[in-house]
């Protein structure tokens, strides 16, 4: 009763902080435009908020809002989260919010199933240190920064670390835990389609290590059909309300690209992660190895780890490399699994120490000073050629990285809607933000809500000298079906011309489109607002509003070898 009574205070005050230091964060991502005050996630879940919107608002699960539905999203469990949050009576500049405190809670609730997954499976009667972990886990600032801006990210790390945990209690403690695994492993696939990995890790360790009892058989084989059922149910969905056998987004990112160019740019995105984090990941790596002959409850957590890492070179990387936060966001949630091995490996040798004639309190100091070695090395605060930069965005000294592009976005539609109204077909590059905010029905010139740009090879031939500037889902688009078939009132955003067609200002115009108030507008649109011609033209450098950095990618990409 003592330990327990030392225990849930640690635990108590840890979750404090991080509720703390998560609601600065969260406040942080705000903004005020026009006197108003905006809560917006990153771009892609505003994809997936602007489906949900929709769908309250009777459009259906149609991003769009015309033409045909387009499965846009990836993770389908955590749109559904969203529906009743959009159902809510609360002005949409405010809903992003209610979105970030759930999205904080995941990440609180991942804590305390980590410290739980430690004490039960990695520490023992000599050494019972959690906080390690725990801590690792609350305040990893990649984890962290996926998380609160929207991306299913904490919901993952806590299904992950559930999954582990019971399939781990199932096989070394002989508990019955089959049902709820199965019940785990289907919410973790309906969130991500990429979770199948996890699924077949845990489910393989817990058939191979003899965790498949004959009194536990029937409620396997009951969980199995739960999982079956579930996403067979959800498939069929699929093929009869987009009429597609995956995501759109699949096609996006994968279709037309060599493997080749993925697998190169994936593994330099993994070489300079495992070089960030060297001075933490080799030796616990090293020690791991070492220690699984003995302790066979180590595999799991590190095949999980190390199946996502392959994962991450086999899809080319994030979209999102350039935003330097550390891991991305095929990383960041296995990380949490890392931690536990962290913690497994320093109990082990804070157990073998303890038969020596050392007191409880020089056992503690070097817990705690491995613990801040790990977080100030694996947050990039130390060792890192942006320490300077981790460091601002670690003690939320500034925005968070990418709010100020929300904020301009916010600002550019603000001028935009007083030049377009409501009901005007518009064509954007960035699918969440200007969707969820306004309502015109969009045309998404990169392809996430559009089949046949989907389906197009890359503009520019990508191969093994040029992988580096390959970008998974902003490498499509097709200028002639945006302009002769598509035919969008306006542009909001113009992402790039291909080669041959000539200049933006040079092309527009040859198909009917004329530049009001800094826009480009269809010159015979209904939709132009009578007062547009005396707007106040918004800065020319945030009209386009595109990716310089990805500019001079496609401007080098292009040129002759």
């Known amino acids: ?111 305390v199933a980590v410290r739980r997954l430690v004490l039960d499976h990695f520490s023992s009667e000599r050494a019972r240190h959690w906080l390690p972990a725990a801590l690792l886990t609350a305040f990893y600032y990649p984890l962290a920064y996926w998380t609160l801006m929207g991306m299913e990210t904490g919901l ?14 199932a096989v070394h403690d002989g508990r019955d835990r089959h049902l709820p695994l199965w019940l785990v492993c289907t919410a973790a696939f309906l969130l991500r389609m990429d979770m199948l990995l996890l699924v077949v890790a ?46 759109n987004t699949y096609y996006l990112k994968l279709a037309g690209v060599p493997l080749t160019v993925r697998l190169l740019r994936g593994l330099s995105v993994l070489t300079e992660f495992l070089r ?45 490399e350039d935003i330097k936060v550390g891991a991305n966001r095929f990383l960041a949630f296995v990380m949490p699994m890392f931690f536990v091995l962290f913690n497994a490996l320093l109990n082990e040798a804070l157990a073998a120490w303890r038969t020596a004639s050392t007191d409880s309190s020089a056992r503690r100091f070097v817990a705690a000073a491995a613990t801040a070695v790990a977080l100030l090395v694996l947050n990039g605060l130390w060792l890192s050629r942006q320490a300077d930069d981790n460091w601002r965005n670690f003690t939320l000294a500034g925005q968070p990285p990418v709010v100020e592009r929300h904020e301009r976005v916010i600002g550019l539609l603000q001028s935009f809607q007083r030049v377009i109204q409501p009901g005007a077909t518009v064509a954007a590059a960035w699918a969440g933000i200007p969707a969820y905010f306004t309502d015109y029905r969009m045309v998404d010139i990169l392809g996430f809500n559009d089949r046949i740009v989907a389906r197009m090879a890359p503009v520019a031939e990508l191969n093994d000298e040029n992988y580096r500037f390959f970008r998974p889902g902003h490498v499509k688009w097709n200028e002639q079906r945006l302009l002769r078939e598509q ?18 200002v040079e092309v527009l115009p040859q198909y009917g489109y004329r530049k009001v108030a800094g826009f480009w507008v269809r010159a015979d649109s209904p939709y132009l607002h009578p007062l547009a011609a005396a707007a106040e033209p918004p800065p020319p450098s945030a009209v386009d509003l595109l990716d310089l950095e990805h500019k001079r990618r496609l401007r080098r990409l292009r040129r002759p070898s």
């Open 1 to 111: 009763m003592s330990a327990v009574r030392r225990i849930v205070p640690s635990l108590a005050v840890l979750l404090l902080v991080l509720a703390m230091w998560g609601g600065w964060f969260i406040y942080r991502t705000s903004f005020v435009v026009e006197g108003k005050r905006y809560f917006s996630l990153f771009d892609d879940p505003m994809i997936s908020m602007t489906y949900a919107r929709n769908l309250v608002e009777g459009y259906g699960l149609n991003w769009a809002r015309r033409g045909e539905p387009v499965e846009g999203f990836t993770h389908p469990l955590w749109l559904l989260l969203m529906i009743p949050v959009n159902a809510l009576p609360l002005a949409l500049r405010y809903r992003s919010l209610v979105m970030q405190i759930l999205s904080l809670l995941a990440l609180g609730a991942t804590v």
């Open 156 to 169: 993952q790390a806590l299904l992950a670390v559930l999954a582990v945990h019971l399939s781990l209690s």
């Open 202 to 247: 845990v489910q393989l360790y817990l058939i191979s290590g003899g965790g498949l009892r004959p009194a536990g058989r029937r409620s396997w084989l009951a969980g199995l059909a739960v999982f079956c059922g579930a996403s067979l149910a959800y498939e069929l969905f699929r093929w009869f309300y987009f009429h597609d056998l995956l995501p």
């Open 276 to 320: 960030e984090y060297l001075p933490v990941i080799l030796p616990v790596s090293l020690g791991v190895g070492a220690l699984i002959p003995r302790n066979r409850r180590l595999v799991l957590p590190a095949a999980v780890f190390a199946l996502y890492c392959a994962y991450n070179v086999w899809v080319g990387g994030d979209s999102w």
């Open 487 to 504: 035919r969008p009132d306006a542009f909001f955003q113009i992402w790039g011309v291909r080669r041959g067609m000539g200049r933006v």
